[in-house]
Nanobody
Framework: QVQLDESGGGLVQAGGSLRLSCAAS????????MAWFRQAPGKEREFVAS????????YYADSVKGRFTISRDNAKSTVYLQMNSLKPEDTAVYYC????????????WGQGTQVTVSS
């Protein structure tokens, strides 16, 4: 497991932008698949985006494609989530997660950061 520390959440108006950061420590960052999930009040946690270790391949939920961008800096052991054209329905607690490429589940989670989008 790795320790994950998120930052960058806040309050923004609809149409605005935010960038979330997640700093990892503990093991070889480039070996990990890094992801962002979110959980809105009364809803289950859902996948947002992921980035695969050395290849930097990315995947997105349909609801954020074209608006959100996940990126990583392996030298800084940090993954980012750039969120543009934010909508009120993007309001949620956003969690950073990590799993080794060979693992089946995400076993490291950050504490979460609140993103609130006002209409």
């Amino acid at each position: 497991q790795v320790q994950l520390d998120e930052s960058g959440g806040g309050l923004v108006q609809a149409g605005g932008s935010l960038r979330l950061s997640c700093a990892a420590s503990g093991r070889t960052f480039s070996n990990y698949i890094m992801a962002w999930f979110r959980q809105a009040p009364g809803k289950e946690r859902e996948f947002v985006a992921s980035s695969v270790g050395r290849t930097h391949r990315t995947y997105y939920a349909d609801s954020v494609k074209g608006r959100f961008t996940i990126s990583r800096d392996n030298a800084k052991s940090t993954v980012y989530l750039q969120m543009n054209s934010l909508k009120p329905e993007d309001t949620a607690v956003y969690y950073c997660a990590a799993r080794d490429i060979g693992a089946q589940v995400f076993d490291s989670w950050g504490q979460g950061t609140q993103v609130t989008v006002s209409s």
